[in-house]
């Protein structure tokens, strides 16, 4: 079972998270965007997802610290996905440094597939289709 971490305080997206993933993957949550980086290095996940909205400090924010941790060599880089709330975002999650994203509202389907996806290293870039 592979770990992820999953940073947001929405309860509903843990849920929703939790399902599209059937048990394959064991979630790891925290709720502010300040004990992401530090639960990295206690969990040391495979993945990151970082919800665009969290109160403290949201998902760009994390996204940049967890980018430069990375870089002064405090952390091991691994994929950060961000959990989007509007296309338009993308613009900010290329600025953030993301290595992909999702654009809510997410469907199981896809999510599984972008997690899996990210996993082998194929990081999902673009929302899924509503046609």
């Not at 048990?23 to 290095?41: K, N, T």
């Not at 967890?66 to 900010?92: K, Q, S």
């Not at 953030?96 to 996993?119: C, I, N, Q, S, Y």
């Amino acid at each position: 079972m592979t770990d992820i971490l999953l940073a947001t305080d929405a309860d509903w997206l843990v849920d929703d998270i939790e399902a599209a993933m059937g048990g394959s993957h064991l979630i790891h949550r925290v709720r502010s965007g300040h004990d992401v980086a530090p639960a990295i290095a206690e969990v040391d996940p495979a993945l990151v997802l970082l919800d665009m909205q969290i109160g403290n400090m949201g998902g760009i924010a994390a996204c940049i610290a967890v980018w430069h941790a990375e870089g002064m060599g405090t952390l091991d880089e691994r994929p950060v996905m961000l959990l989007l709330d509007r296309e338009v975002d993308i613009f900010l999650a290329k600025k953030a440094g993301a290595d992909g994203w999702l654009v809510k509202p997410l469907d199981a389907f896809h999510t599984l597939r972008a997690v899996e996806r990210a996993l082998v290293g194929e990081m999902t870039t673009e929302e899924p289709s509503t046609a």
